[in-house]
T-cell receptor
Framework: NAGVTQTPKFRVLKTGQSMTLLCAQD?????MYWYRQDPGMGLRLIHY???????AKGEVPDGYNVSRLKKQNFLLGLESAAPSQTSVYFC??????????????FGPGTRLTVL | AQSVTQPDIHITVSEGASLELRCNYS??????LFWYVQSPGQGLQLLLK??????LVQGIKGFEAEFKRSQSSFNLRKPSVHWSDAAEYFC??????????????FGKGTKLSVKP
């Protein structure tokens, strides 16, 4: 039982390049989330998904797109990377259909640098 | 709007000393409160959570937190800190972000350093 895994662990991009971050969970969770963590800012929600085939915007969605084609996977895409997207990205998942009280399980993070 | 404030950015305590990390929240309804810990280079791990009932909740690694509605606080405590407790600690409140969907609103975190 691997929990929540993220690929890749590190990545360096040039401004304007694109990339996709992959999150996978093997806990059969309905909800999945993408956060970014910046120094002194805590974690901020980018996008989330309440089930396969559904996605929604969080607090800071601009410049990102997501897809949830399979229940176990949640992809985060950067179409044209900008230096402001340099951050550590965390994926999380939770079981509950309400999403309000359930524990979120986090992946180890992806450190992205945009030059 | 819902929010979480952690007033202390960085705290240093001596090994064996007691610890209290402060958390204040702003939420109109009954809050669902969480404390997470992030060790260097790692993801977040849940320490404890409060939904209802006894206002003193016990968590993993010897941590506890007390919910005080009158003070809108949910402070994290540990009677004797170990060097391995050095990490960043995040308080969060469960809040609705659309319809019935809930999510976590995080504070900005408190970094704990432990002196030998």
């Amino acid at each position: 039982n691997a929990g929540v895994t993220q690929t890749p662990k590190f990545r360096v991009l040039k401004t304007g390049q694109s990339m996709t971050l992959l999150c996978a969970q093997d806990m059969n969770h309905e909800y999945m989330y993408w956060y970014r963590q910046d120094p002194g800012m805590g974690l901020r929600l980018i996008h989330y998904s309440v089930g396969e085939g559904t996605t929604a915007k969080g607090e800071v969605p601009d410049g990102y797109n997501v897809s949830r084609l399979k229940k176990q996977n949640f992809l985060l895409g950067l179409e044209s990377a900008a230096p402001s997207q340099t951050s550590v990205y965390f994926c999380a998942s939770s079981y509950s259909r309400t999403g309000l009280t359930d524990t979120q399980y986090f992946g180890p993070g992806t450190r992205l640098t945009v030059l | 709007a819902q929010s979480v404030t952690q007033p202390d950015i960085h705290i240093t305590v001596s090994e064996g000393a007691s610890l209290e990390l402060r958390c204040n929240y702003s939420y109109g309804a009954t809050p669902y409160l969480f404390w997470y810990v992030q060790s260097p280079g790692q993801g977040l791990q849940l320490l404890l959570k409060y939904f209802s009932g006894d206002t003193l909740v016990q968590g993993i690694k010897g941590f506890e937190a007390e919910f005080k509605r009158s003070q809108s606080s949910f402070n994290l405590r540990k009677p004797s800190v170990h060097w391995s407790d050095a990490a960043e600690y995040f308080c969060a409140v469960g809040a609705r972000i659309g319809g019935s969907q809930g999510n976590l609103i995080f504070g900005k975190g408190t970094k704990l350093s432990v002196k030998p």
